[in-house]
């Protein structure tokens, strides 16, 4: 099912930007007129569990943002990423023109904003051509693995690299994550888990929403998810975000397949160093993290009444 704002009333627009710019950190950064543009062209897609949203090796149509439901992103089938509402996929296949790298599936029924090729290159192309000049600057300046390395090496990562936002108080867990990140703006609070209080593990999803031990902080050029793909390191930890966050991401297939073996010693040996310190003078140290998530049920539910004909639409509680 694919459903455009109808009518496309001017204040029908504003009102979806106003909604995509809580929901999808992405929004959040572009200006208005930019955020217009994509919110008058963008359409309601709805997908059943088990619906390809693309294939992998299959060229690039659509831009997505997942408003509802829960997307698992595969390669040469795997699950490598599981994409939540607030998130979005699929733009370094318009921008590169390359065939997709990876198939995403609905896991749930998934509800998503989805924005044509042509519009999205006719807003952003040259803004991602800019943006891939930034990011080989931040590795090579900001990012301690990458400083001595070879242009060409931080210019062929930077291609692997997406830019995505995060809002204050996300958390990451570390061990089980899809994707290694580097800190482009912000900051955030690497963590630990305390003793449970009746002694018992922890339950898998537990550590969402309980307090946390603080070891560090740690801010731009650092990175951290890499436990994920060096499981010799796995401490349990959880990574915190302590304001709005700026990052580059990249999977762990593109990890593995994409960076220098030079650059995977050294970040290896970076986290090394990193568990070996902090475990020996910081694990101890107590503060009280506590987790302020953001439902985004209530943001999904005004955007899927702005893609209702009026006599369909209902109100919707505030």
């Known amino acids: 099912e694919v459903r455009q704002i109808a009518p496309r009333k001017p204040t029908d627009v504003l009102e979806l930007c106003a909604l995509t710019a809580v929901l999808i950190p992405f929004f959040t950064h572009l200006p208005l007129s930019v955020q217009k543009q994509l919110c008058k062209a963008a359409k309601l897609k709805q997908y059943a569990k088990g619906d390809f949203l693309c294939k992998q090796g299959t060229p690039g149509d659509f831009f997505y943002c997942v408003i509802a439901g829960k997307v698992h992103v595969l390669a040469n089938g795997q699950v490598v990423a599981k994409l939540e509402p607030g998130q979005t996929f699929g733009e370094m296949s318009l921008i590169s023109g390359a065939p997709r790298a990876a198939s995403c599936i609905a896991a749930d029924i998934v509800d998503c904003l989805v924005v044509d090729k042509e519009t999205f290159l006719t807003v952003f192309k040259d803004k991602f051509t800019v943006l891939h000049s930034e990011t080989v600057k931040f590795l090579k300046y900001k990012v301690r693995a990458f ?3 070879p242009h060409e090496t931080c210019t062929e990562f930077a291609h692997h690299l997406s830019q995505v936002f995060f809002p204050a108080n996300f958390r990451w867990s570390l061990d089980d994550g899809t994707h290694i990140y580097f800190i482009q703006h912000g900051e955030a609070s ?10 018992r593990p922890h339950k898998p999803n537990e550590w969402k929403s309980t307090a946390l031990l603080l070891i560090t902080h740690i801010t731009v050029g650092s990175f951290f998810g890499e436990s994920s793909v060096f499981h010799d390191q796995q401490q349990g930890w959880i990574v915190q975000s302590n304001t709005e966050m700026t990052l580059y991401q990249i999977p762990q297939n593109l990890f ?10 050294l970040m290896r040996d970076e986290a090394a160093f990193r568990i070996a310190y902090f475990t020996g003078r910081y694990a101890n140290k107590k503060s009280n993290v506590l987790v302020l998530e953001r439902p985004a049920t209530r943001e999904a539910d005004h955007i899927k009444e702005l893609f209702r004909m009026p006599s369909e639409r209902q109100p919707v509680q505030r």
């Open 147 to 149: 400083k001595d390395s």
């Open 190 to 199: 690497l963590c630990s888990l305390p003793d449970h209080p009746s002694g």
């Open 256 to 265: 593995l397949e994409h960076t220098s073996p030079r650059v995977v010693k």
